[in-house]
């Protein structure tokens, strides 16, 4: 088919900065080619995100309901819309997305405070939200209402089925809500070799972002409401934070590939194991400190600045914290074995220099 636009990269051109740096899986493309033509219901009425419910029930669950959205911030903020009144809080890692990474989208969208909890790995722990679940009564004080965690968490790590439930128990005893931030939900379960149901409804999760766009997605992402009195509002929620898509069936298509089967493990477990590999060579060179567990698609490290900043010339990736010399490099679902051996081959030499 003819078309007037070019292409304006290289498409062998690969780097390490971020998993949203990828393109689209050709199962996705395929699927959204699959959707187009003719008429569908606008705003969520077609055939598609009606099937995907079955779909969206087969890993989370028969009360599982699912609402597509345009991308991750918007999803995060719905959901947690839908777990607070106005005066509510949420109770969070400090290193959280929706803390560090969503420029106060839950807060000024939301309308929702954010109590944060210094953590090491960037999970907590029901001591830790223990420093923040407190002063339901008092007046002056936004009322804890739900703890907020990230399967996986912004550091690379994974929390496993028993601290999620722990989580989860911990919480419903204050009579709070758990939000689970699966933007890479199924790096996780690769990681784990659980099904994602393990740690989300199996485990207590209230409500939960389930994120496409890292694991092979053009775009879209979906809340995904695993306690059935917490969709009550969610309809008008989504319209009302801007995130009601008219064309629906492009996002839940694109969805229904990736879960029908296992286009999204197969996604995720490939990127874990380029993380691997890439973790793997890393150790073996000197003067370079990998700060972190590498439990799905991330790795973080500690190098000389100047060394990163040259490497950066090569390949993309961003520093974590440049004050430290901390970087970290993300692996996708096309990232190829050839690409991280080349990384690797560069970062010996810069580092030798």
């Known amino acids: 088919m003819r078309t007037d636009a070019r292409r304006h990269h290289d498409p062998e051109v690969r780097g390490f900065a971020s998993d949203n740096y990828a393109g689209t899986h050709p199962e996705i493309l395929a699927a959204l080619a699959l959707a187009d033509g003719g008429h569908q219901v606008a705003y969520g009425e077609d055939d598609y995100t009606a099937h995907l419910q079955f779909v969206m ?74 420093r923040q679940a407190w002063g339901w009564d008092d007046e002056h004080r936004a009322m804890p209402q739900v703890v907020s965690i990230a399967q996986n968490t912004e550091l690379g790590t994974v929390y496993t089925v028993d601290e999620i439930r722990a989580i989860c128990d911990h919480a419903h005893e204050r009579g709070m809500k758990v939000h ?31 994120g496409g766009t890292k694991n092979g997605m053009l775009f879209g992402e979906a809340v995904v409401v695993l306690d059935p009195d ?32 296992d286009l999204w493990l197969r996604n995720a477990r490939h990127a874990n194991t380029m993380a691997r590999r890439l973790a793997d060579g890393v150790r073996a060179v000197d003067g370079v400190k990998i700060l972190h567990p590498v439990q799905a698609n991330a790795v973080f490290a500690r190098l000389p600045h100047e060394v990163s900043e040259r490497l950066q010339k090569r390949y993309r990736f961003y520093f974590w914290d440049e004050a430290a010399g901390d970087v970290r490099w993300m692996c996708s679902f096309d990232t190829r074995e050839e690409d991280v051996d080349g990384f690797l081959a560069a970062l010996k030499e810069e580092m030798g220099r």
């Open 230 to 261: 917490a969709a009550g509002a969610m309809k008008h929620l989504r319209k009302l934070s801007m995130q009601l898509a008219s064309k629906m069936r492009f996002i839940s298509v694109q969805l229904e590939a990736l879960l029908a089967r």
């Open 180 to 210: 689970l931030d699966g933007a890479r939900i199924a790096n996780a379960a690769a990681s784990l070799d659980v099904p994602m149901r393990a740690f989300t409804n199996a485990a207590g999760v209230d409500i939960l972002s389930f």
């Open 57 to 130: 029930r087969g890993h989370f669950g028969p009360h599982a309901q699912a609402f597509p959205v345009f991308n991750g911030t918007g999803s995060n903020v719905v959901a947690l819309q839908a777990l607070t009144d106005r005066w509510g809080a949420v109770i969070c890692a400090e290193s959280a997305h929706i803390n560090v990474d969503e420029c106060g989208a839950p807060e000024r969208v939301g309308g929702l405070k954010l109590l944060t909890v210094p953590t090491e790995d960037g999970k907590l722990t029901p001591e830790l939200i223990d």
